[in-house]
């Protein structure tokens, strides 16, 4: 059984839970896991910030980390999803696309890094880019932030 976790800094506006869950388990099909936990923390720019300081040594803003806790390999996926729900804001605005569309994408792109997708090359943001606009049309997403 995969088992999806979400918490939210109660700071913020959570966004909906079951919603959450369904965008993830949609993502997660595509590499046909059925077993394993991955949790998706919505929190803030100082929280990703201290986690990109002290895993990555690098000292910037980010809107969403990944951190998969097994191999790669393993037929499980255990997990940890990290998104900025300011910096989601932030991009949103410049990128002028709605929030929720752009917080749907970082739980997507969080789920495909955990799925072994990197983003390092032009031709590897590419294709993350295009399985995130395809899980983005089936998704509803409109509806991120209602509960």
């Known amino acids: 059984m995969m088992i999806i976790s979400v918490d939210c800094d ?6 909906n ?3 959450v869950e369904e965008i993830a388990h949609r993502v997660i099909e595509l590499n046909k896991i059925a ?3 991955v949790s998706i923390i919505f ?3 100082q929280l990703l910030s201290s986690l990109k300081k002290e895993f990555f040594h690098k000292d910037q803003w980010t ?8 191999d790669y390999d393993e037929k499980e996926l255990d997990g940890e999803i990290y998104i900025s729900l300011p910096r989601a804001k932030e991009n949103a605005t ?3 696309e709605p929030y929720e569309k752009e917080v749907t994408r970082l739980i997507i792109h969080g789920f495909l890094h955990l799925l072994g997708f990197d983003d390092e090359s032009d031709e ?5 880019t295009k399985l995130e606009n ?5 998704t509803n997403w409109q509806n991120l932030f209602e509960t």
């Open 134 to 138: 395809e899980f983005l049309n089936q």
């Open 124 to 128: 590897e943001k590419k294709e993350m």
């Open 43 to 45: 929190g803030s720019d």
């Open 35 to 37: 077993s394993g936990e």
């Open 17 to 19: 839970v079951s919603l």
């Open 94 to 96: 410049s990128f002028n």
């Open 10 to 15: 109660p700071q913020l506006t959570s966004p």
């Open 63 to 70: 809107d969403v980390i990944a951190f998969r806790l097994n």
